[in-house]
């Protein structure tokens, strides 16, 4: 199995731009970078590490194959970009603020 997504965090880096730079060489294709502002109050310099090979419509059609569920019976919630084609494919797409 794949990791599809987890975040970093460099406590006291000043150049916080410059490490996500040198983080995405050395992850290389595949994976996409993103910086999060705030992921908890008082914690900076954190990106979320996502792979571009793992898509969350991919796993839940997979599951629903396997336990018979037609994908129009399917309610998906997303709140963020890497959601929208799962929003999308399923019967019911949700977005949540």
């Known amino acids: 199995a794949e990791c599809a997504k987890c975040y970093v965090t460099v406590p006291g880096d000043e150049n916080f731009a410059t490490t996500m730079q040198e983080l995405q060489a050395v992850l290389g294709e595949g994976w996409q970078l993103r ?33 018979g569920v037609p994908l129009s019976h399917v309610w998906a ?21």
């Open 77 to 97: 919630f997303g709140d963020d970009a890497n959601d929208v084609r799962m929003l999308s494919e399923m019967g019911w797409g949700v977005r949540m603020a």
């Open 35 to 67: 910086e999060i502002k705030q992921l908890f109050p008082g914690i900076t310099n954190t990106c979320e590490v996502q792979s571009t090979r793992v898509n969350k419509a991919d796993g839940l059609s997979g599951l629903c194959k396997a336990i």
